[in-house]
């Protein structure tokens, strides 16, 4: 019933904030704007930037409501949501205008927010070797850089997922359903409330999101969803587990992760800057061969899906 609670608060505070704050960008002029000279931009009218904030209040309201006591690692997880908000928005800004804001302050902000994090204590201390039944802890500058890069890479491959209407926010919904589940199995009350904390912001924002959208979440809204993935992934499912059960998170982040992959790969195969964008990510693909949008966002999610229950039957085979 807690958890039943906390999912209607947050999709309520998002769900009722998000009208007036796409009102709010038509009068600032903060909005997303048709290029019919760019590919990715897919979209034929002015669409509102704003549902990031509506997001953010949303999960930080209703986590603060829930949170025992405001810890370090409280103090990190809003910390460094607000800096990728504030650079989010400056990414978003600039593009408003058709300009394209630098890659390294984006770079070096999501990886400050990453470090916050780390230092709070949330962290990939290692894993449980199913031969010994010894856990095996890493030294810490392995744990400092498998936990930074953990973070900068989900916060980066969800971001660079949001280029069709209800795609990343649908996929995140996905992924914190799985996160949720996971965090129930294994007794870890904390991550289970901020998984299913994100699963209410992200159903309600695809209320205005699903195509045809009436509302974009823009970088800042992106990179938001994907460093609290991130912070979930390593405070509940990395948490204990084996070598095997360490595919779990992947797994529940597999299309975005995998994608995304392959994209970075392609990029730096042909010398092109990672951060370049361009319509290589696989809902861009599959739009080429002839599917419609929609069709688009489907089969991702039911990809999304079957990466999830791969990964929950991992969690269940208790590997």
């Known amino acids: 019933m807690t958890y039943a609670v906390a999912f209607l608060i947050s999709f309520a505070i998002v769900y009722v904030l998000i009208p007036p704050l796409g009102k709010l960008a038509f009068r600032l002029d903060f909005v997303d704007k048709p290029r019919m000279d ?3 931009k897919i979209h034929r009218q002015p ?3 704003t549902a990031s904030y509506a997001i953010f209040i949303g999960f930080i309201a209703t986590y603060f409501i829930y949170a ?3 810890t370090t690692q409280t103090f990190a997880i809003i910390a460094g949501s607000l800096l990728l908000l504030v650079i989010g928005t400056l990414d978003d800004w600039y593009k408003t205008n058709g300009k394209d ?3 390294l302050p984006k770079m070096l902000v999501q990886v400050s927010a990453a470090v916050l994090v780390y230092a709070s204590g949330i ?4 894993f449980y070797n199913p031969l010994s039944d010894g856990f095996i802890n890493f030294p810490e500058w392995l744990q400092c850089m498998l936990t930074v890069l953990w973070i900068f890479g989900v916060t980066t491959v ?3 997922s949001d280029g069709m209407d209800g795609l990343a926010g649908g996929l995140s919904a996905i992924s914190a359903v799985t996160l949720f589940v996971v965090a129930l199995a294994k007794g870890q009350g904390d991550s289970a409330m901020m998984a299913i904390i994100l699963v209410g912001v992200t159903v309600a924002y695809l209320r205005y999101n699903k195509p045809p959208a009436k509302v974009f979440m823009g970088d800042a809204g992106a990179t938001f969803l994907g460093f609290i993935l ?3 992934a390593l405070d509940g499912a990395f948490k ?3 070598v095997l059960s360490i595919f779990i998170p992947i797994l529940a982040l597999g299309v975005p992760i995998f994608d995304n992959i392959f994209v970075v790969l392609k990029r730096l195969v042909q010398g092109k800057p990672i951060y370049q964008a361009d319509a290589s990510q696989a809902h861009y693909r599959l739009l080429r061969t002839g599917l419609n949008p929609k069709q688009v966002v489907l089969f991702l999610y039911l990809i999304s899906s079957c990466f999830s229950l791969f990964s929950i039957i991992l969690l269940l085979l208790n590997v």
Do not use: C, D, M, S
Not at 123 to 126: M, Q, R, S, Y
């Open 230 to 232: 991130a912070v979930i």
């Open 101 to 103: 804001f630098p890659a």
């Open 240 to 242: 204990q587990a084996t």
């Open 47 to 49: 669409i509102p930037l």
């Open 123 to 126: 962290k990939f201390h290692g």
């Open 38 to 40: 760019v590919e990715r």
């Open 158 to 160: 969800i971001n660079f």
């Open 68 to 70: 025992k006591g405001f």
